[in-house]
């Protein structure tokens, strides 16, 4: 008799299975979005580029804008049963051609921040290795360890990756918690003072820049519906998961930027935070130094290593599942849809995803582009204008969905037309501020920069021009 394991892990297009609660599936996004390497990476860039000491309110204002868009999401949900997330979305209020249009686009957007946080991993384990006196190593060394460790976790139930999600974001967490409340406690380098949010400091340079690298921090929160078929109970966790990892993510930015820029003065943190930009240094290992000690700059420069662990995992999680949802479609090999017997994980697709990732790493590793220009920023501005796509695809899907089922409307017209139109326009806003400072991204020329930022746009055609599109649209219309 074969055993439980082989028998259930060669069936196609099961469920996935968890017991996922509202905790989790946070800890899930809010790892992806690695929030100790956005205040360590993205606010000295949003400080020193932008409006100095206004730099926080660019983190308010996109985490508004999510808010915003969360509200039509979250009244669609009830409606969507696959975990998809925006491929799903985009499918019910627009149709199966744009919905796998933005399948590929979400892939090649979420690979590509995957990649990217590969590269930053390597520079990063390779810099605390020889911080504490190590040998000096590439960086695609450091990247392929960390490929087979997360693919060890992918393998498994996704209740582990949560577990071990959660360890290191509460660590990474609780280190930025101490500095903001110390900076307080001390009263800053020229007393606490709420002038961030004045217009005077909001205006004195580019608001739209910290409001680009505040969204490039965000990705990957959508997450709470990818993981819908492990969630405990789908109809209310995923409501709850979404709204409180905006607000929590958001928040915790914004007070965190603003601690920084109290932690050097209002005065003085733009020239800090450019002068450390050059430098190399870190704006936020020095800041932890001169508050915390010598002790927790140690643990925290350790914990920003954890911290792209801990984003990487996520995402890997997050591209298997896309990719299980494609293949029970049949878009993808049927292959990918199998769920393991023990584990209750899409296994086969996680392993896709494994080489995947290596394959990207090797090719940029024989390049010998620099793993943080080269790899993490070309690959992080591909994957924003990606991401931003998708968030508008998505709420335009939302009122032409309510339009075609008014019944499932029940009266609810601000949240399933009014905040969708919204969003919409503030989306096309950002998305405007992310392309005429994409080489800001990128880090690179204005010919590369524009043919990163066409990808994702590449995919969305190639995906609704598929054979597959063509072939779900006429299943589609025949359910109809």
């Known amino acids: 008799m074969p055993s439980p394991d082989t028998t259930d892990s060669t069936r196609p297009s099961a469920r996935l299975n968890g017991t996922l609660g509202v905790t989790g599936i946070v800890f899930m996004v809010i790892a992806a979005a690695a929030p100790l390497t956005v205040i360590a990476g993205n606010v000295p860039i949003a400080i020193g580029l932008g409006p100095g000491a206004g730099a926080p309110v660019g983190f308010l204002i996109a985490a508004a804008v999510l808010l915003v868009f969360s509200v039509g ?27 796998l249009g933005s399948a590929y686009t979400a892939l090649v957007a979420y690979t590509a921040i995957q990649v990217g946080i590969y590269g930053y991993f390597g520079w990063a384990a390779d810099n605390l290795m020889r911080y504490y006196g190590g040998p000096e190593l590439p960086w695609w060394l450091w990247a392929a360890g960390l490929i087979l460790v997360v693919g060890a976790l ?81 109809a209310r966790t995923i409501p709850r998961a979404t709204y409180a990892a905006v607000t929590i993510i958001g928040v915790f930015y914004a007070i965190s930027a603003w601690a920084v820029v109290e932690a050097w003065g209002p005065s003085k943190v733009r020239d800090v935070a450019n002068a450390s930009l050059a430098s190399g240094d870190s704006m936020l290992l020095t800041t932890v130094r001169d508050y915390l000690g010598p002790i927790l700059h140690d643990v925290t420069q350790v914990l920003l290593v954890t911290s792209l662990f801990a984003c990487a995992l996520s995402f890997h999680n997050i591209i298997a599942r896309y990719q299980f949802v ?39 590793a024989v390049s010998g582009v620099s793993p943080l220009v080269g790899v993490f920023g070309s690959m992080a501005g591909v994957s924003t204008v990606g991401m ?23 009266g609810r017209v601000l949240q399933t037309y009014v905040l969708p139109v919204i969003a919409v326009v503030a989306l096309l806003a950002c998305l405007v501020i992310v392309l005429d ?44």
Do not use: W
């Not at 969507?80 to 985009?90: K, L, N, R």
């Not at 360890?167 to 903001?180: G, W």
């Open 154 to 234: 992918g393998y498994r139930q996704i209740d582990l990756s949560a577990k071990v999600l959660g360890v290191a974001l509460v660590l990474e967490i609780a280190v930025v918690v101490v500095l903001d409340v110390v900076v307080v406690a001390r009263g800053g380098a020229e007393g606490i003072s709420a002038s961030s949010f004045s217009p005077s400091a909001i205006t004195s340079g580019p608001l739209g820049i910290a409001v680009l690298f505040a969204l490039t921090g965000f990705i990957g929160f959508e997450a709470t519906a990818v993981f819908r078929d492990e969630a405990r109970d789908p």
């Open 326 to 364: 494609l293949a029970g479609k049949t878009v993808f090999p049927a292959p990918l849809a199998r769920v393991h017997g023990r584990h209750g994980s899409p296994h086969l697709s996680s392993g896709v995803q494994t080489v995947t990732a290596a394959a990207c790493v090797a090719a940029f």
């Open 388 to 410: 931003i796509l998708l968030l508008l695809l998505t709420s335009i899907a939302v009122p032409a969905y309510f339009f075609r089922h008014p019944h499932d409307r029940a």
């Open 437 to 480: 400072n994409f080489t800001l991204v990128t880090g690179q020329s204005a010919g590369v920069s524009a043919v990163l930022a066409a990808v994702p746009v590449v995919a969305f055609v190639i995906g609704f021009a598929t054979r597959s599109s063509r072939r779900l649209a006429v299943d589609s219309a025949r359910e109809n």
């Open 73 to 99: 999401f979250v009244a669609m949900t009830p409606f969507v049963a696959e975990a998809g997330a925006f491929f799903s979305y985009v499918t019910a209020g627009l149709g199966p051609r744009p919905g």
